[in-house]
C-alpha cells in the first residue's frame, strides 16, 4: 500500500512540476454549440508532455451518436516567467478511447495565442465516431510548448491526458483521484439535428 501511495504522490509531484497555478482564476465563455469537459474556469496552465489530448465520449453527450467535428477550439496562456519557445503546434484528431488515440483523422498547424480561442477548422465536418480525442503535439518544441490552460475541478472519469511517447497515457490530475480537463473543445454535430441536440445538452449540464 505504501508503495502505491509512493507511485501517486510521484505521479503529481511530475504533473505539478510542469504546471503553474494562475494568480486569479480566469473565466472562458462558451457556446450551446461547444461540447467540453471542463468546467469553464481556468486555474492552472500546463506544459506538461509532448501530447496533451482530451479523450471525448458521446456516452457523456448524446449517447450513442456518432460525431462530426467542425473545428476544435484550444485554449492556451503565456506566463511572463515560462515563456514559449514557439507557439506553433499540431492539433489533431483522433479516433480511440479511453486506452488512447489510435487512427489520425486530422493534423492543423495552429499558432496559439495568449488567453484567446485558437481553432483547428475543418474543410467539412469529419465524423469521429464516438469516442474521439483533440490532441495538442508540441513536438516544434523544446520544452512543452504552448501552455495549455485547465481546469480545477477533477472529472468523474478520466478524459485529460499526457504522454511523452504515444504509448503510456497518463491522466492530469492536480487535485483529487481523477484528472482534471484542459481546455480542449469541440464544435460538431451528433447526428442530431441542432435544436434536439441543443436539448440534449441542456440535460447534461
Known sequence: ???????????VAVVSASSLRLERPLYIGTTD???QY????????????????VWYSSDDFAPGASFSAENMELWFYHHASYPWDTGSFYAELYTGDAAGPVTQLDQTSVTAAHYAPCYANYS???DCGTNWWGLINTEMSAGGWPSVL???TPNSTD????????VVWEPWIISGSTANDYFVRFNGQF???SETWGAIKGLYQ
Open 150 to 152: 485547465g481546469d480545477n
Open 33 to 35: 454549440e461547444l461540447i
Open 159 to 166: 478524459h485529460s491526458f499526457f504522454s511523452d511517447d504515444f
Open 38 to 53: 471542463d468546467d469553464g474556469t481556468a486555474y492552472w496552465l500546463t506544459w506538461g508532455g509532448l501530447y496533451r489530448g
Open 1 to 11: 500500500m505504501r508503495r502505491v501511495l509512493f507511485v501517486l504522490a510521484a505521479l
Open 191 to 193: 447526428g442530431l439535428e
Open 124 to 126: 467539412s465536418p469529419i
